[in-house]
């Protein structure tokens, strides 16, 4: 959590299943030390995991490159509009 905690993230993209911790239990700390910053959550479980719910979004693998870069400039567009509408 060092580096994101003390460089820019425009977007962070995560696994579920990681060695030492969840996906879910990552994006809740991020989301405690930078809340504005998006978070995709990626996985290839068949049920969403517990907690899911903190990511801003869910994608499943298995979908295809323009699929997840869509995905991608929905999220970073929609956060950029909340920001500016905050402002």
Same mark, same amino acid.
């Given at each position: 959590?060092?580096?994101?905690?003390?460089?820019? =993230? /425009? $977007? =962070? #993209?995560? /696994? %579920?299943?990681?060695?030492?911790?969840?996906? #879910?239990?990552?994006?809740?700390?991020?989301?405690?030390?930078?809340?504005?910053?998006?978070?995709?959550?990626?996985?290839? $479980? =068949?049920? +969403?995991?517990?907690?899911?719910? %903190?990511?801003?979004? $869910?994608?499943?693998?298995?979908?295809?490159?323009?699929?997840? $870069?869509? +995905?991608?400039?929905?999220?970073?567009?929609?956060?950029?509009? +909340?920001?500016?509408?905050? +402002?």
């Amino acid at each position: 959590m060092g580096l994101f905690g003390c460089n820019p =993230v /425009d $977007l =962070v #993209v995560t /696994d %579920q299943l990681l060695p030492d911790l969840s996906g #879910v239990e990552m994006i809740a700390e991020m989301k405690r030390i930078k809340p504005d910053v998006p978070v995709l959550l990626l996985t290839g $479980l =068949v049920d +969403a995991p517990p907690g899911f719910e %903190q990511a801003d979004m $869910l994608l499943s693998k298995g979908i295809t490159p323009p699929e997840f $870069l869509s +995905a991608i400039a929905r999220l970073i567009s929609g956060s950029r509009a +909340a920001g500016s509408a905050t +402002a």
